[in-house]
């Protein structure tokens, strides 16, 4: 998945802290998307961004924050941390639409 | 309703298989439709994807995409077990209030024993 990099890839957190993950990618794509992806309900789509400057919300924006100050960083944040965000966090780009959409490789948190 | 559905399986078969796998979708807006293949403890990779009505083809993959049914599916032919995946569609927003949205179905889990 060369060009999307996550941080961190493991994360173990109490409930009610709050953490940020970071999705990185050098291709000067437009597009960014955060999913997380849960045992039977495939990838769901938290926040995206079309462009710098914008984001928007998916089907589950609940709890989570997202900004893009930067073209190249999507940032998801999660103030309150809640044992229903325990999952698995793909971030993804895109050109624009119809183009590949580049896949980081995960971050895996747990929330206890 | 989930904006794509997707039956999530699992499907098993045997090796030489035809294989057919399924969405529906609800939004007209949906202009490009695509399928993922997922891998254990790996992102998704793109295996096809199209924007019209009709089928594509490569190597033993065709997707197909009906339109005026919100419907599209993936065939493998001569399934192999390297094939044994998560299988995902994916539909994006190229119109409308939600331009680039990209939404996925739950995946179908694919089994292919030799």
């Known amino acids: 998945n060369a060009g999307v990099t996550q941080t961190p890839k493991f994360r173990v957190l109490k409930t009610g802290q709050s953490m940020t993950l970071l999705c990185a990618q050098d291709m000067n794509h437009e597009y960014m998307y955060w999913y997380r992806q849960d045992p039977g309900m495939g990838l769901r789509l938290i926040h995206y961004?079309?462009?710098?400057?914008?984001?928007a919300k998916g089907e589950v924006p609940d709890g989570y924050n997202v900004s893009r100050l930067k073209k190249q960083n999507f940032l998801l944040g999660l103030e309150s941390a809640a044992p229903s965000q325990t999952s698995v966090y793909f971030c993804?780009?895109?050109?624009?639409?119809?183009?590949?959409?580049?896949f980081g490789e995960g971050s895996w948190l747990t929330v206890v | 309703q989930k904006e794509v559905e997707q039956d999530p399986g699992p499907l098993s078969v045997p090796e030489g298989a035809i294989v057919s796998l399924n969405c529906t979708y609800s939004n007209s807006a949906f202009q490009y439709f695509m399928w993922y293949r997922q891998y254990s403890r790996k992102g998704p990779e793109l295996l096809m994807y199209t924007y019209s009505s009709g089928n594509k083809e490569d190597g033993r993959f065709t997707a197909q995409v009906d339109k005026s049914s919100k419907y599209i599916s993936l065939f493998i032919r001569d399934s192999q077990p390297s094939d044994s995946a998560t299988y995902l569609c994916a539909i994006l927003q190229a119109g409308g209030t939600s331009y680039g949205k990209l939404t996925f179905g739950q995946g179908t889990i694919l089994t292919v024993h030799p």
């Open positions: 961004s079309v462009g710098e400057g914008t984001t």
């Open positions: 993804a780009s895109s050109p624009k639409p119809g183009n590949t959409i580049y």
